[in-house]
């Protein structure tokens, strides 16, 4: 199973993920106008930092990307560095139509019946709250606004 949440965080309370995953993410979250803690959070959240995972849905590596939706392979998406480009891309893209409601598209689906239920509701899944609330602690704890 995923990291608990306790397990997560380091003494310094940092982020647990791969220190050459953190400088992925503030390098790619630039180029696609994103804070960088938010790439972070979405790797805690989805693979516990692992590249390597592929989920029973067949969802890979940093991000769960799942290569039937993309133009990478399996193989590909085990590269971190791609993962997380890729991972920004869609998110750039549901960021610029949905603002922070993305998260849930990224997650649920763009076109999922629980994507447009929580639209129609006007409100945030569970999943996005836990992305923006652990990315804004992250932006804290590196000292950014």
Known sequence: GFIGGAERVRAGGDTYINPEYIRYCREIGEEHHMAPEILESLIESESGGRADVVSITGDVGLCQINPRWVDYTEQELKDPYTNISCAAEIL???FDKYDLAGLMAYNYGEYSKAFREHM??????EYAKKIIKRSDYLQELHGRE
């Open 92 to 94: 750039e893209r549901l």
């Open 120 to 125: 129609e509701r006007g409100e945030l899944s």
